[in-house]
Nanobody, 127 residues
Framework: QVQLVESGGGLVQAGGSLRLSCAAF????????AGWFRQERGKEREFVAT????????FYGDSVRDRFTISRDNAKSTVYLQMNDLKPEDTAVYYC????????????????????WGRGTQVTVSS
């Protein structure tokens, strides 16, 4: 059973940057698509970004496009989310997710597409 562990969250001022990491334990993400979602308190979980198993495909939610970048290092079974120009509305718990091994050159933007989830890391952006 693959376990995902997020790290890198914290408190940052508006306009600042953070890089989130998602490491896989108990298995590998080499052939899995991966994604990041976020959830504000009292709201539904929202799609942020996705990446295919070989990094050939990436896709972003409208609210983060041009500010966030998803990437991965399969040798380390780790997925990253570089977040720049952060805004107070980016404040949320950020979750990493991965599919079972599919080796498809595509990503996924729906919660139901993912098989594994991390417990999340809090990102707080102050104004």
């Amino acid at each position: 059973q693959v376990q995902l562990v997020e790290s890198g969250g914290g408190l940052v001022q508006a306009g600042g940057s953070l890089r989130l990491s998602c490491a896989a334990f108990g298995g590998t993400l080499t052939a899995s698509a991966a994604g990041w979602f976020r959830q504000e308190r009292g709201k539904e979980r929202e799609f942020v970004a996705t990446i295919s198993w070989n990094s050939g495909f990436t896709f972003y939610g409208d609210s983060v496009r041009d500010r966030f970048t998803i990437s991965r290092d399969n040798a380390k079974s780790t997925v990253y989310l570089q977040m720049n120009d952060l805004k107070p509305e980016d404040t949320a718990v950020y979750y990493c997710a991965a599919t079972i091994s599919r080796s498809q050159d595509r990503g996924f933007s729906k919660i139901g597409d993912y098989d594994y989830w991390g417990r999340g890391t809090q990102v707080t952006v102050s104004s």
